[in-house]
């Protein structure tokens, strides 16, 4: 993966492999690839070189409408940063993914993936009636409502204090063993990298 006219490279020579229901943590500092890899594994960034694969698909064979299909159906993502929209409430951001995908009834499975994560008294509730962690939980059941194969976790608890941040990282634990997802968490949080099944570090752009 390449950035700008310089031709700066971000990654190389990545070569990594997630089995099906694995808990996998990319550890590394700031700067050092973890979001860029991400964004290469959901076929939001296209490298300069290699492939990726996603649920037997080569996503980079696909056009643009396609990854983004695929994306929907089979992947879910939580940001730092979370991501949800202003404008709706925590039951139309959860419900998004399955409007998107015109996947069953996604008031009903909304709904109930919000009460799962504790937020059933905040439906109506807009983002900026919530506090950081409750952002969080609506985010995670943003990402869990679809049933995805992949959760792609970007420093999920980066912009929470530490007591929000450990019930988020174990709700989403806990949702992932219950949906059988293969989790790829980036963080440079050790201890929370090692509660994972498998760990990876990630330095200058390589993975050590």
């Keep these: 993966m390449r950035s700008g006219a310089q031709e700066l490279v971000i990654l190389r020579d990545i070569d990594l492999e997630v089995t099906r229901g694995e808990a ?3 550890v590394g500092a700031s700067g050092s690839g973890k979001s860029t890899l991400l964004a290469l594994l959901a076929g ?3 490298p300069s070189e290699g492939r990726v694969e996603l649920d037997g ?5 696909l056009d643009e409408d396609a990854r983004a299909a695929l994306r929907g159906r089979a992947v879910g993502f939580v940001f730092q940063s979370f991501q949800l929209l202003p404008a709706l409430t925590a039951l139309e951001n959860a419900m998004l ?3 998107l995908s015109g ?4 008031e009903k499975a909304a709904r109930e993936m919000l009460a799962r994560v504790g937020l059933a008294e905040r ?6 009636q919530l506090s950081g962690g409750e952002q969080q939980r609506v985010a995670l059941a943003r990402a869990f409502v679809a049933r995805p194969k992949l959760l792609l976790a970007d420093e999920p608890t980066g912009s929470l204090d530490a007591e929000s941040g450990e019930a988020v990282i174990r ?15 980036v963080t440079h949080d050790e201890s929370l990298a090692k509660r994972c099944g498998r760990s990876l570090r990630l330095a200058a752009g390589r993975i050590g």
């Design 171 to 185: 709700l989403l634990f806990e949702l992932n063993r219950e949906s059988g997802t293969t989790l790829v968490l």
């Design 123 to 128: 439906l109506q509730h807009y983002p900026r």
């Design 24 to 26: 996998l943590s990319v």
């Design 97 to 99: 993914p399955l409007e």
């Design 44 to 46: 939001l960034d296209t």
């Design 103 to 106: 996947k069953g009834d996604p």
């Design 57 to 61: 698909q080569d996503l980079f064979a």
